[in-house]
């Protein structure tokens, strides 16, 4: 079978596995089956009645909505019309959603419940192109025939199935199939026009590889308007086996023990947290437990940076470790595979970089993080570690036919099937990041070891370079600092400074449990965060990541934050990384005050 999209994999599954079971969601209540035979049903429904509703093939069909099944059907049926989707956050605020619609060209958009219509009510007058909206759950409310629900939207179309085929038999590989906004991180975003070419690519190459196999279980929670997301749905799809969709973020923990996943894919923030929260529970037993926990994780970090560094452990190290990962690691894995399900065979880690130390500490308790890179651009999966030939500290080795170089200045480069055709609309930032020779230019720093492993070291205009000269990497800094259970986000400043400053804030629930120690309780996050004792406990951590750095890479003055960073605050967007135009320009004046003469040092 000559495939021209992605969506002709989905049609094969259909056909020969319609009685399987293709995806796990909750409905009233319980974790219920639902076959490829009926998916094909919705997804058909919902192409019949775009079609109804005028929608022709090329045009863009927005769905702002969090990641549902429900999500699935609207996604494929777009595509199944012939015309092009355009995922918006949930998160994102009726400015944002009237920009992307607007800017895309939207016709009709999806949207998830009476509060995400309401957005587009509030922006309406700005959105003349915007023909209807389908609200997917919930009572319509407002009265009037712009907004419809989407059970009546399903009963609209009588396109015949004979008349959907030959739809999307004629999609060909060249044609738009989705666009993706990127997340904004130093401004308004950018529309990445990716193919169906290039997402055929990564199904194949994903199924390829055997990260995803026929016979696992996915747990799938991170948005689906994310490039990581994105391609977790198409592995789906490629390898055809069962995905369990999160009733929603906050019963995740709930929904593994409930489905059992044995995979699934997540961001490095999820990661960091469950580390921070074993970590605090591993030393808060006390005496000769907490002391045996330090110990295990001071081996485990050892043995890790040799490993990284190419070097070697003293024989004593060696036998040291092992036996401490005989006797605390083993409770630790115990522990985190009961909490994961009890089945979890591996997980994916994307979107951003995570520390090494958090990827050992997981192998050593028995649990595998294979960390990839890619970005919106390159259709997210471009480097990934395999099951059989992964490296901690590096994100992989390129899917195959894609290359991999690395520039003069560092930077990485890349050229494949799966980047982007170009960014909507803009030619100016399409010639900025694709060069003549094809390659996109990505704005990371990285490096390529003899085995063709990439290693990410930052970010090329995150790079500090101090007022004496010296280039650092901030996220390095940074993921020390997060490392410890009390900090929840770090900001590193200093280009063009004469030292480096930081701005944290707060873990709520371990800050609640320092509160408790020094009897303060009765103060709110913003009294906690203010208070000397937090304060001194903050500058312990500053002082102990200090000492692992060179001197110019030290943090000389910190402050707290009175709030932690969210999504809905603007300082982090919905993939959880910080926005460091928004911290930079939002924190100035404390920055300012950082480098007046009497500030250093505040450490």
Known sequence: MVRHSFLDIFADRVEKRGHKTAALAKRDGVYTPFTWAELGDEVRAVSRGLLALGVAPGDRVAILAGTSLCWVHCDLGIVGAGAVTVPIYPSNVADECQYILDDSGTLVAFAEDAGQVQKLRAERHRLPGLRRVVQLCGKVEGGDEWVMSYADFATLGTASVAALTALREGLSAAAIATILYTSGTTGRPKGVVLTHEALLYEAESIAEIGVALEDDCQFLFLPLAHSLGKVLMIAWLATGHVVAFAENVGAIMQNLAEVKPTMMGAVPRIFEKVYAAVVQKGLAQGGVKAKLFRAALEACERHGTAELEGTHVSPRDAIEYAALRRVVFARVAKGLNEALGGRMRLMISGGAPLAPRISWFFRDAGLMILEGYGLTESSAATTVNRPKQWRIGTVGLPMSGTVVRIAADGEVLIKGKGLMRGYWQNPAATSEALDGEGFLHTGDIGTLDASGFLRITDRKKDIIITAGGKNVAPQNIENLLKANPLV????????????????????????????????????????????????QAVAEIVADVNAQLASYETIKCHAIVAHDFSVESGELTPSLKVKRKVINERYAAIFDGFYLDDAWPKT
């Open 488 to 535: 929840s986000q770090a900001v590193v400043h200093g280009d063009r400074r004469k030292f480096l400053s930081a701005l944290v804030t707060l873990d709520a629930e371990n800050l609640k449990k320092l509160a408790l120690v020094h009897n303060l309780a009765r103060l709110s996050y913003a009294e906690l965060t203010q208070h000397p004792s937090v304060k």
